[in-house]
C-alpha cells in the first residue's frame, strides 16, 4: 500500500496497542490472579510458563474466528461468528463475561476514536441476538479500519501478552522493568506460535471436511470455515474459578 496508507494504518494500530487505549482489557487476568493465589504461579519462571500456554490457548481458540469476522465482515457474518464464540465459552461462564465486557468495551473505545466505526452502534444494536464477543468484533472493527489480517491476529495476541503482564506486575509476581523483558521476548515470537497453530488448524480441517462432513454418497455436506479449539484444560479451569476467589483485583 501506498507510504500514506501504511503510515495511517500504523497510527491506528499503535493507539489500539497503546494501554491507555480505555477497551477495559487491562480489567482482566485471563486467569493469572487464580494462578497466583492457587500456588500455580509463584516466579518469572512459573509466569513465562502461564504466558506461553495462555498464548498458545487464545490463539487456538480465537485466531481463526478473528480471521473469518475480517475476512468477511458482515453483519450476518458477525452474528454468526458471535453465536459460534458465544457456544464455544458455554462451558466457561467466567471467560464468557470477560469476553462479552471487553467486546462491548473495545466497541465503546473504538466508537469514540474512529469516526469510520461510530456509526456501527446504530446498526449493531438491530442484531439480535448479538452478545457483543470481542473476537469476532475485534476482527470485524479492525477490518473496517482497513488493517490487513496479519496484522490484527498478531494484535490480538500482543494485547493478551501486554494484560497479562499488566496483571503480573500488579499481583507482585515481577516488576515493571522485568516484565518489560518477558513482553519483548514473547512479543518477538508471536508470529511463529500463530504460524505454528495456524499450521495445525488447517491439518484439521481437511481432515474433518474430508472425514467428518460427508453425507452417505461421500460428499462434503459442509465445510469447516473456521475452528474454536481449547488447548488447555487446566486454564479454563483457573479462568473459571476466579469469581469464587475470597478476594479480587481482576474481573477474570
Same mark, same amino acid.
Given at each position: 500500500c501506498p &507510504?500514506?496508507?501504511r503510515s495511517v494504518m500504523d497510527t491506528v494500530v499503535w493507539q489500539i496497542a497503546d494501554s491507555s487505549f480505555p477497551a477495559? #482489557? !487491562?480489567? *482482566? =487476568? !485471563?486467569? !493469572?490472579e487464580t494462578a497466583v493465589q492457587s500456588g500455580r504461579v509463584k516466579s518469572v519462571e512459573d509466569l513465562k510458563r502461564f504466558i506461553a500456554e495462555t498464548l498458545h490457548s487464545q490463539c487456538c481458540l480465537f485466531? =481463526? %474466528? %478473528?480471521?473469518?469476522a475480517h475476512q468477511r465482515h458482515s453483519f450476518p457474518a458477525l452474528l454468526e461468528f458471535d453465536q459460534a464464540c458465544d457456544a464455544a465459552l458455554a462451558s466457561n461462564h467466567v471467560a464468557r463475561k470477560s469476553s462479552i465486557a471487553q467486546g462491548r468495551g473495545f466497541l465503546a473505545a473504538s466508537s469514540a476514536a474512529f469516526e469510520r466505526? =461510530? =456509526?456501527l452502534k446504530k446498526d449493531l444494536r438491530a442484531l439480535q &441476538?448479538? *452478545?457483543y464477543h470481542f473476537a469476532p468484533l475485534f476482527g470485524f472493527i479492525c477490518a473496517r479500519l482497513g488493517l490487513p489480517i496479519e496484522t490484527v491476529k498478531s494484535l490480538f495476541l500482543f494485547l493478551t501478552l501486554r494484560s497479562i503482564l499488566s496483571a503480573a506486575v500488579r499481583l507482585g509476581v515481577c516488576g515493571p522493568l522485568e516484565g518489560q523483558g518477558v513482553q519483548a521476548k514473547f512479543a518477538s515470537e508471536l508470529h511463529a506460535l500463530r504460524m505454528n497453530? +495456524? +499450521?495445525k488448524n488447517t491439518i484439521r480441517q481437511e481432515e474433518e471436511n474430508e472425514w467428518g462432513w460427508m453425507d452417505e454418497g461421500g460428499q462434503?455436506? +459442509? +465445510?469447516? #470455515?473456521f475452528g474454536i479449539v481449547s488447548s488447555s484444560p487446566i486454564l479454563d479451569l483457573l479462568q473459571g474459578s476466579h469469581d469464587r476467589l475470597q478476594s479480587r483485583l481482576f474481573s477474570s
Amino acid at each position: 500500500c501506498p &507510504p500514506r496508507v501504511r503510515s495511517v494504518m500504523d497510527t491506528v494500530v499503535w493507539q489500539i496497542a497503546d494501554s491507555s487505549f480505555p477497551a477495559g #482489557t !487491562l480489567n *482482566h =487476568s !485471563l486467569g !493469572l490472579e487464580t494462578a497466583v493465589q492457587s500456588g500455580r504461579v509463584k516466579s518469572v519462571e512459573d509466569l513465562k510458563r502461564f504466558i506461553a500456554e495462555t498464548l498458545h490457548s487464545q490463539c487456538c481458540l480465537f485466531s =481463526s %474466528i %478473528i480471521a473469518a469476522a475480517h475476512q468477511r465482515h458482515s453483519f450476518p457474518a458477525l452474528l454468526e461468528f458471535d453465536q459460534a464464540c458465544d457456544a464455544a465459552l458455554a462451558s466457561n461462564h467466567v471467560a464468557r463475561k470477560s469476553s462479552i465486557a471487553q467486546g462491548r468495551g473495545f466497541l465503546a473505545a473504538s466508537s469514540a476514536a474512529f469516526e469510520r466505526v =461510530s =456509526s456501527l452502534k446504530k446498526d449493531l444494536r438491530a442484531l439480535q &441476538p448479538l *452478545h457483543y464477543h470481542f473476537a469476532p468484533l475485534f476482527g470485524f472493527i479492525c477490518a473496517r479500519l482497513g488493517l490487513p489480517i496479519e496484522t490484527v491476529k498478531s494484535l490480538f495476541l500482543f494485547l493478551t501478552l501486554r494484560s497479562i503482564l499488566s496483571a503480573a506486575v500488579r499481583l507482585g509476581v515481577c516488576g515493571p522493568l522485568e516484565g518489560q523483558g518477558v513482553q519483548a521476548k514473547f512479543a518477538s515470537e508471536l508470529h511463529a506460535l500463530r504460524m505454528n497453530v +495456524e +499450521e495445525k488448524n488447517t491439518i484439521r480441517q481437511e481432515e474433518e471436511n474430508e472425514w467428518g462432513w460427508m453425507d452417505e454418497g461421500g460428499q462434503v455436506k +459442509e +465445510e469447516v #470455515t473456521f475452528g474454536i479449539v481449547s488447548s488447555s484444560p487446566i486454564l479454563d479451569l483457573l479462568q473459571g474459578s476466579h469469581d469464587r476467589l475470597q478476594s479480587r483485583l481482576f474481573s477474570s
